[in-house]
T-cell receptor
Framework: ETGVTQSPTHLIKTRGQQVTLRCSSQSGHNTVSWYQQALGQGPQFIFQYYREEENGRGNFPPRFSGLQFPNYSSELNVNALELDDSALYLC?????????????FGPGTRLLVL | QKEVEQDPGPLSVPEGAIVSLNCTYSNSAFQYFMWYRQYSRKGPELLMYTYSSGNKEDGRFTAQVDKSSKYISLFIRDSQPSDSATYLCAMSWSGGSNYKLTFGKGTLLTVNP
């Protein structure tokens, strides 16, 4: 186990709704990254948070937003859900120490948009 | 052209076989290379990590990187049914392995007893 947890495990929403996904990072890790994994695809980088500030963003629209909290937890918020947002959402925690650090992935939240 | 290309398979081998998984990439800025294993309905688990050309061995697993050809491989010796999973290659640039990972599509491997 990586020590990274995510909730909920599964979620069903309808088009146009808003959703909040949660992640609890491994203790001591100051960086969290979020990825979207569509069925049959590799994970796609959404964004990264470092010390509660956004530290890079992939090719995702602004309706994808995030928060990171001092207690190592974080949130991914998606507004105005679209059918194509159906995917496995993964968070990964790591620690920026100037060296090469592994990103530890959680089990993911599977989102279905109807 | 995608930044990282990976044959999605599926690949089916008998127990004990040597498995070869490969990825090619187009962005020469990639400096860090990883292989992740993902079981069904689980998050990716890091198997191998390297940042230099050449081979790196860990038990039954060997990662190979050829930066001049922009080609990476993962070899699994004496494959076991428990190795059945999707294998994802991932890469990152000079920001280090902390930063944005770019993944291949993944190769689905089945090892038959």
């Amino acid at each position: 186990e990586t020590g990274v947890t995510q909730s909920p495990t599964h979620l069903i929403k309808t088009r146009g709704q808003q959703v909040t996904l949660r992640c609890s990072s491994q203790s001591g890790h100051n960086t969290v990254s979020w990825y979207q994994q569509a069925l049959g695809q590799g994970p796609q980088f959404i964004f990264q948070y470092y010390r509660e500030e956004e530290n890079g963003r992939g090719n995702f629209p602004p309706r994808f937003s995030g928060l990171q909290f001092p207690n190592y937890s974080s949130e991914l918020n998606v507004n105005a859900l679209e059918l194509d947002d159906s995917a496995l959402y993964l968070c990964a925690s790591s620690s920026i120490t100037g060296g090469e650090e592994t990103q530890y992935f959680g089990p993911g939240t599977r989102l279905l948009v109807l | 052209q995608k930044e990282v290309e990976q044959d999605p398979g599926p690949l089916s081998v008998p127990e004990g076989a040597i498995v070869s998984l490969n990825c090619t990439y187009s962005n020469s800025a990639f400096q860090y290379f990883m292989w992740y294993r993902q079981y069904s309905r689980k998050g990716p688990e890091l198997l191998m990590y390297t940042y230099s050309s050449g081979n790196k061995e860990d038990g039954r697993f060997t990662a190979q990187v050829d930066k001049s050809s922009k080609y990476i491989s993962l070899f699994i010796r004496d494959s076991q049914p428990s190795d059945s999973a999707t294998y994802l290659c991932a890469m990152s640039w000079s920001g280090g392995s902390n930063y944005k990972l770019t993944f291949g599509k993944g190769t689905l491997l089945t090892v038959n007893p």
